[in-house]
């Protein structure tokens, strides 16, 4: 069984940051993508960035150039540098893994981790 648990979130002002982590535990396989989803009040989730367990990485164009994505294969975490926060990036964030086997794939989400940013 996987298990990933964020942390992280809080209040912060705008134009502050704050880093994200998210940690995973139990079986995980070699070959797979983590990634950082957000929801915000009324919409629906979106994806904020994601990072391939070979490191390459996608981003939101909303977000190029002042978050960024990482991860320690050693110890199965991944991490989001927020800087430059602005109301805009208030909502839940959500840490997402995806596994891949020869012919499926296998997603999981973790709790969520509030993010508020104050004008």
């Known amino acids: 069984q996987v298990q990933l648990v964020e942390s992280g979130g809080g209040l912060v002002q705008a134009g502050g940051s704050l880093r994200l982590s998210c940690a995973a535990s139990?079986?995980?396989?070699?070959?797979?993508?983590m990634g950082w989803y957000r929801q915000a009040p009324g919409k629906q989730r979106e994806l904020v960035a994601e990072?391939?367990?070979?490191?390459?990485?996608n981003y939101a164009d909303s977000v190029k150039g002042r978050f960024t994505i990482s991860r320690d294969n050693g110890k199965n975490t991944m991490y989001l540098q927020m800087n430059s926060l602005t109301p805009e990036d208030t909502g839940v964030y959500y840490c997402k893994l995806r596994m891949f086997v020869v012919g499926s794939q296998y997603n999981y989400w973790g709790q969520g981790t509030q993010v508020t940013v104050s004008s």
């Open positions: 990072v391939t367990s070979g490191g390459s990485t």
């Open positions: 139990g079986s995980i396989w070699s070959v797979n993508v």
